[in-house]
């Protein structure tokens, strides 16, 4: 494996927000559904798993930037994220393209010194 392929399967790591939010989902015709409004609390719940997550990692030495994406859509909802590094995706950047999904991409970095903006 290339050190890119590596550090994606080490690094790539994605969770079912529906196995542990308590939202209604119920099997239609052998299939998963999840309501509208189960997906926006999936979301939610998605974005503050980032949060929380982040005040865990950001201790840790020599850490940069993290991407977290949770989408959520009528079958399943996902919780991912990866180191950002410059020239690498795990994303399509034109949000818009996702139709059927809901998406939300964080980018979480260290604080800089004080006054210094963010790397």
């Given amino acids: 494996m290339t050190n890119y392929a590596e550090r994606r399967v080490r690094e790539r790591r994605s969770a079912a927000l529906e196995d542990h939010v308590p939202v209604d989902v119920r099997i239609v015709d052998g299939a998963p559904q999840i309501s509208q409004d189960d997906q926006r609390v999936l979301l939610l719940h998605g974005i ?4 929380e997550f982040w005040q865990l990692v950001a201790v840790l030495d020599g850490l940069g930037p993290v991407r977290c994406i949770v989408s959520a859509n009528e079958t399943n909802a996902t919780f991912r994220f990866h180191q950002v590094r410059d020239g690498e995706r795990w994303n399509r950047p034109d949000l818009d393209g996702y139709r ?10 260290p604080a800089g010194p004080p006054g210094e903006p963010s790397p």
């Fill in 100 to 109: 059927l999904d809901k998406m939300v991409v964080i980018d979480l970095a």
């Fill in 48 to 51: 503050t798993f980032a949060l």
